[in-house]
């Protein structure tokens, strides 16, 4: 069981930048899963952001989001992070963490088991 708790979120200008984080809250660790963000506004399906491989090799990102955002880990912190930067009024949403260990990396959300409860992150135009 891992739980997941994110942080970083927050209100900024069109053009600014934030560094979202994700780890665990129960002491365990996520280093042997992949790892993926996705986002959510009120009334539309979770979307795929960025995921990132158990070794941290390997990543992939929606394509709304290829150039801006960058995602990776640091095992020794238990930690993944999300900087975003050239932020949009478009990327306003409230931003998950979720952890899977079968598939190596997935943008589904089904295929992940364990979430975080999401940091808000609002984009001022």
């Known amino acids: 069981q891992l739980d997941l708790v994110e942080s970083g979120g927050g209100l900024v200008q069109a053009g600014d930048s934030l560094n979202l984080s994700c780890t665990t809250t129960?002491?365990?660790?996520?280093?042997?899963?992949?790892l993926g963000w996705f986002r959510q506004i009120p009334g539309k399906e979770r979307e795929f952001v960025a995921s990132?491989?158990?070794?941290?090799?390997?990543?992939d990102y929606a394509d709304n989001v290829k150039g801006r955002f960058i995602v990776s880990r640091d095992p020794a912190k238990n930690t993944m992070y999300l900087q975003m930067n050239n932020l949009k009024p478009e990327d306003a949403a409230t931003y998950y963490c979720?952890?899977?260990?079968?598939?190596?990396?997935?943008?589904?959300?089904?295929?992940?088991?364990?979430w975080g409860q999401g940091t808000q992150v609002t984009v001022s135009s």
């Open positions: 979720a952890a899977e260990r079968k598939v190596g990396q997935t943008r589904l959300a089904t295929d992940y088991v364990f």
């Open positions: 990132i491989s158990w070794t941290g090799a390997v990543t």
């Open positions: 129960n002491g365990r660790t996520f280093v042997s899963y992949g």
